[in-house]
């Protein structure tokens, strides 16, 4: 018989193996202050939860190195830099790996020092829950405040508070609920929605995987059971495909096919994609993986696919779902979390590093710095170390991204030094913004035009069709017609009758002849003078359609007015089938 850690019993290494092959994996990180007893818990955790060989206990217990008050100082498990053992001191990222009968975790214990705070962000950017552990002794520390507010900026939904070293505070319950009140109170300001807070002693481990008899008065989990209980929702908001290309794979001229790693949304053959920048639509032919051709590929999976048509794609280029692309943007506004010595400065040229693409990028303004210790926004007019702030960008060339909010991929870049080719900073993306360029191109081109008035071409042209104005006297219902009538085939058409808006008969025929509109008069009939001076106004496009002698009926006067308008139109457009035909009769349908 097999059994895991505080576990379920399996029959055999088959079971066991396939049960563990589908068992949910939690990342998380931890975070905090230096001194806080992050290395200790973690060695603590895989002490407790029997995932410590007992060659590691050994050699641990054998070091020469032990700052705790017991025999086995459990810092050593993780912290593995000679560095990190002579100073006592987390100064990498240390990965660890193990798996309760829950639940499997991949742990990322990061440094506290604050000139290793890119470390910290290094081992967050993929965690699904951080740990930031207070120091009961000392409450909330800048550099807490600094780990917690990336900790949001990085998306993470879930935050556990490990108050550590209560045994230094002998398990008092009120210093726990202080501590507590004031991280809950952070917690909002930062808006990370779920967080639970644990009194806990690495050192002498209780409430880290056994509930500690010392602390009867907390009745909530503890540190690992709400690591097996916590939910884990779905890191990015985003559904729609997107597929940065990392690679061309071209082993003969039978194949073609682009490597890469789906950021989100699912793939399958026949999948209609849009390839950028190029704007080319075409199906997905076969998606390939090393074990075969697959049916369907999902994020995160590494896959090539091969496409119907042959267009030019490269590294750097993203297939996407045509009904729900990306933004398409030089300029875009991101924060950033500045991880260099030397300064970021509004106006200098960096390398930025997004999914699969490089080039360069400028920073345009500092729009504001955050401070820390009050989350209030300050003016800035250079980015130190460790300092977060919103920066405005304008790339050499568009970039393909999401809102980080709704994809971490996508969502998220690396600053690099040209010159030294450290990486400097990371960002994570807002929004886009209007490109500047083609701002100041369509104002300049504004500025040429407006000193130049509209002419009556250019409305005619615009409108598609000449001014005319058409007398139907005392046949309102007629005339409201051919306004239907013509205003669908889209002509600037205006009815009105005895009252005419905005003054005289003649004022409003004038003004309708400058807009380039069709008029259409319907009132009482019209003595010759006043006939004589509308023709002048509307010369030479005055049809007088009034019934005379000969007493026309409606649908003949109908068929003649739709014939005019069609003459005054610049080219006839192509018939549409239920609009603006006449039908075998004659009639408007």
């Known amino acids: 018989m097999i ?101 499997k975790f991949i742990i990322a214990d990061t440094p506290g020092h604050e000139q290793y705070t890119r470390n910290m962000a290094t081992g967050a950017s993929t965690a ?35 108050v550590n070293k209560m045994d230094l505070v002998d398990y008092r319950e009120d210093v726990f609920l202080e501590v507590e009140r004031a991280f809950l109170e952070l917690a909002g300001q930062l808006g990370i929605a779920h967080v639970q807070c644990v009194p806990i002693s690495a050192l002498e481990g209780d409430n880290v995987v056994e509930r500690g008899e010392r602390t009867c008065w907390y009745q909530g989990p503890t540190l690992l059971e709400h690591l097996e209980s916590v939910s884990i929702a779905a890191r990015d908001a985003l559904d729609s495909l997107r597929f940065p290309v990392q690679m061309v794979i071209r082993p003969d001229a039978k194949f073609r096919g682009f490597a890469g790693r789906l950021a989100s949304g699912v793939i399958r053959p026949g999948d209609y994609v849009l390839a950028l920048p190029s704007g080319r639509r ?13 049916s369907e590929a999902f ?6 696919v091969q496409l119907e048509d042959e267009i030019d794609l490269s590294r750097g280029d993203m297939l996407v779902s045509p009904e729900d ?134 409305r005619y042209e615009r409108h598609g069709h000449y001014p005319a104005t058409f007398l139907l006297e005392n046949q309102p219902a007629l005339a409201s017609k051919l306004e239907r009538a013509l205003f669908d085939q889209g002509f600037e058409v205006l009815h009105f009758d ?49 019934r005379k002698n000969e007493n026309p009926n409606d649908e003949e006067v109908f068929r003649r007015a739709l014939a005019l308008a069609d003459s005054l139109r610049f080219a006839k457009p192509q018939k549409e089938s239920g609009r603006g035909q006449l039908n075998g009769s004659g009639s408007y349908r």
């Open 3 to 103: 059994s895991t850690t505080r576990g379920r019993p399996h029959e055999g290494f088959g079971e066991f193996l396939e049960q563990s092959l589908e068992m949910e994996l939690l990342r998380f990180t931890t975070a905090g202050s230096v001194d806080d007893g992050k290395s200790t818990l973690i060695g603590r955790l895989l002490h407790d939860s029997k995932a410590v060989y007992e060659d590691q206990l050994a050699s641990v217990k054998k070091s020469r190195i032990n700052r705790s008050s017991g025999p086995v100082d459990f810092s050593l498990l993780t912290d593995g830099l000679r560095a990190e053992r002579e100073q006592g001191i987390t100064i990498d990222v240390a990965y660890r790996y193990f798996a309760t009968a829950w639940r």
């Open 128 to 162: 699904d829950l951080a740990v930031i552990l207070v120091d009961a002794t000392k409450g909330i520390l800048p550099q807490t405040r600094r780990h917690a507010f990336i900790a949001s900026l990085l998306g993470i939904r879930n935050v556990l508070a490990a």
């Open 299 to 304: 994020a995160p999976m590494s896959v090539t």
């Open 282 to 294: 075409t199906r997905v032919r076969s998606i390939v993986s090393y074990d075969g051709d697959l």
């Open 325 to 458: 692309g990306p933004r398409v943007s030089r300029r875009f506004r991101a924060m950033v979390v500045w991880l260099h010595a030397t300064p970021l400065e509004a106006g200098r040229t960096y390398l930025v590093k997004q999914t699969a693409r490089q080039t360069k990028i400028r920073a345009v303004q500092i729009r504001h710095r955050v401070n820390v210790n009050t989350l209030e926004q300050e003016q800035a007019m250079q980015l130190n170390m460790n300092d977060i702030a919103s920066v405005e960008f304008d790339a050499h060339v568009p970039l393909f991204f999401d809102p980080y909010a709704s994809n971490r991929t996508t969502g998220s870049f690396i600053l690099i030094d040209a010159i030294s080719n450290a990486t400097v900073g990371a960002g994570m993306i807002q929004d886009d913004l209007p490109d500047r360029q083609k701002l100041e191109r369509a104002g300049l081109a504004s500025l040429e035009v407006a000193e130049k008035r509209v002419s009556a071409q250019e």
């Open 498 to 546: 005895d009252e005419a808006p905005g003054g005289t008969l003649l004022d409003t025929v004038r003004a309708a002849q400058r807009i380039g509109a069709v008029s259409i008069y319907s009132g009482v009939a019209l003595d010759t003078e006043t006939k004589q001076r509308l023709a002048l106004e509307a010369k030479p496009r005055l049809f007088d359609l009034s």
